[in-house]
Structure formats: C-alpha cells, structure tokens
C-alpha cells in the first residue's frame, strides 16, 4: 500500500484548505482511511476517518463541524476538507490505512500499518 499526501499550505485563520491522499498498491474496499496529525512536540493525534466502503465517518471533537472527510473511489483517493482553520490546527497532517478496522477503533493509531509521507499545514492568527 502506497499513500501520498498533499495539499497543505500556508493559510490564515478562518481560510479553508483541502488535503488529498492518493492510494495505490491494492483494493481498499474494506479498509480505513484515516488522518492524524503531529504538531511540533506534540503526539501524533487523530482527525477524521472514513471506511472505503460504505463512507462511515469520524472525528475527533476539535475539528467536527469544520472538516470533513471524503473519498473518491473512482480515483481511489480519499480527502479532507478543512474549514474555518484555527492556529491550533497548525500540524503536519498525515493521512493512514487499515485493513478491516471497527468504528470504535477508527481513531487508533497503532492499528494504521500505512503511512503517508505527511503534507505541513501551517495557520497564522
């Protein structure tokens, strides 16, 4: 499995920004794709994710209401639309997959064995 991240910028609070995860390397119709991220000092932390097939979603609590998680399965790429961005969404955003994963356990990091290489997104105030 091959993931690669982009779209992160330079942007102001308030402005929106989206991210988009390109895979590649095998069918993900039973997988989780999800995005974390990892401010400076900070432990990597969990955003959104969504499951291939069927589009389940979820989010850590900071960010619902402003992100939103989605897919195209056509071009088997997975995005997250970031709105209303806050200086404390500052962080490189990576985004992951799993096979087979539970709702409850969408925000597990350890159980993503694929990673992209992450794309910085920097918010001034």
């Known amino acids: 499995v091959q993931l690669q991240a982009s779209g992160g910028g330079l942007v102001q609070a308030g402005d929106s920004l989206r991210l988009s995860c390109a895979a590649s390397?095998?069918?993900?119709?039973?997988?989780?794709m999800g995005w974390f991220r990892q401010a400076p000092g900070k432990e990597r932390e969990f955003v959104a994710a969504?499951?291939?097939?069927?589009?389940?979603?979820k989010y850590r609590d900071s960010v619902k209401g402003r992100f939103t998680v989605s897919k195209d399965t056509a071009k088997n790429t997975v995005y997250l639309q970031m709105s209303s961005l806050k200086p404390e969404d500052q962080a490189i955003y990576y985004c992951?997959?799993?096979?087979?994963?539970?709702?409850?356990?969408?925000?597990?990091?350890?159980?993503?064995?694929?990673w992209g290489q992450g794309t910085l997104v920097t918010v001034s105030s």
């Open positions: 992951a997959a799993a096979n087979g994963l539970i709702w409850s356990t969408f925000e597990d990091k350890t159980k993503y064995p694929y």
């Open positions: 390397g095998r069918p993900f119709s039973n997988y989780v």
């Open positions: 969504i499951r291939w097939s069927g589009g389940t979603t």
